[in-house]
């Protein structure tokens, strides 16, 4: 009698591969294949280009003085090689005069219309935008102190305030990286101030105190430096003379200085060396150039407490007595700019007279 068979359905089920396993097992089979291709062959991508987002507003000036930890600016773009060029921008373009109340800050005649914005030239009949743009200062013989206050025009809050307490002869320097700089200098100008341009220059700590990449250094070609100055000078109009923004190892080096000064001396402008640097060689570059400058004799705020301040307000005055002229530097901090107010107040009472910058100036022979 034949043995009856029976088929153990579930057993047949559990023999047979389940369609998802086998998928899964055909990915994992692929991945080696893959990989083991990458590793014979090579990376097939391997050399394309990278394309990388662009980092606005790379170059920050702190609303307060740069410091030199990197770790508080924000990370600047690369600084190009000395041979790339900057790329220039378009900018406005000048074809009448401008005012800002009654204070001029544009004329025709004064600027070339360049591709990257407005650029001070000398008029033709020999008007410099030094002298166009300076404000008046009647000579009555008593010593001269000239006071020049930083960093203008990045922070809103604080440039706000230094033009609403600061009297009319303190100097004001903006720095160039804020779209709307132009509106805090003829805001500035509207107020009897005279406005210098703050370059930025190479620190003797670089990269940890790193401007951005229209810095002027040492040791890249005087093109690459002359494109970065032009950037700057092209931000916005109606300064009377150029100072630099930290820059103690460039100020230091005559051979990268030299065409520096040499082009602003052809633009009709002069030269504010705020001091910072422990060894600058303007005095010494700056006749060669043709380049009328100043340099101030001491930073007032280096320690920023009001006892502080006042000592080094009384030593310019000092100062200003034995050499008929002083000139100091400070920064927007707000007790720089109380106790300049308050010491503003009572110098004319004291025998001195309170001016521009450009009203110190040394002439070049």
Do not use: C
Request: hydrophobic fraction near 45%.
């Amino acid at each position: 009698m034949a043995a009856d068979i029976t088929f153990d359905e579930s057993a047949v089920e559990r023999s047979v591969p389940h369609p998802l396993a086998l998928a899964w097992l055909a990915l994992f089979v692929l991945l080696i294949a893959f990989g083991a291709g990458i590793t014979f062959l090579g990376d097939p991508h391997a050399g394309d280009p990278v394309v990388l987002r662009e980092i606005p507003k790379s170059t920050r000036y702190m609303a307060m003085r740069p410091v030199k930890s990197a770790a508080a600016v924000p990370a600047p773009a690369a600084v190009p090689h000395a041979s790339e060029p900057v790329p220039a921008v378009s900018g406005p373009q000048i074809t009448q005069r401008v005012f800002a109340g009654r204070a001029l800050i544009a004329d025709p005649t004064l600027i070339e219309n360049t591709p990257a914005g407005p650029l001070p030239r000398i008029a033709v009949d020999g008007t410099t935008p030094m002298r166009a743009y300076a404000p008046p200062v009647v000579a009555d013989g008593r010593p001269r102190i000239a006071l020049v206050i930083s960093g203008l025009g990045i922070s809103a809050k604080a440039t706000d305030a230094a033009l609403k307490s600061l009297p009319a002869a303190v100097t004001l320097s903006f720095a160039p990286y804020e779209s709307d700089v132009q509106r805090w200098v003829s805001q500035a100008r509207d107020g009897g101030h005279e406005v210098l341009l703050e370059v930025p220059m190479e620190a003797y700590d670089f990269p940890d105190s790193d401007l951005g990449p229209h810095t002027l250094r040492s040791g890249v070609t005087d093109d690459a430096n002359t494109q970065r100055l032009i950037w700057a000078m092209t931000r916005f109009t109606g300064y009377a003379g150029v100072t630099n923004l930290l820059g103690g190892r460039f100020l230091a080096d005559p051979v990268s200085l030299e065409p520096t000064l040499t082009y602003l001396a052809r633009r009709g402008l002069f030269f504010y060396d705020n001091g910072a640097a422990s060894h600058s060689a303007v005095p010494d570059v700056a006749p060669h150039a043709g380049l009328s400058y100043a340099q101030g004799q001491s930073t007032i705020d280096t320690i920023q407490t009001a006892m502080e301040i006042d000592r080094r307000l009384t030593a310019l005055e000092e100062s200003a007595k034995s050499g008929g002229s002083a000139a100091g530097s400070g920064f927007l901090y707000p007790v720089t700019i109380d106790r300049v107010a308050r010491w503003a107040q009572g110098l004319s009472a004291r025998g001195f007279v309170l001016v521009p910058a450009s009203a110190i100036v040394r002439q070049p022979k």
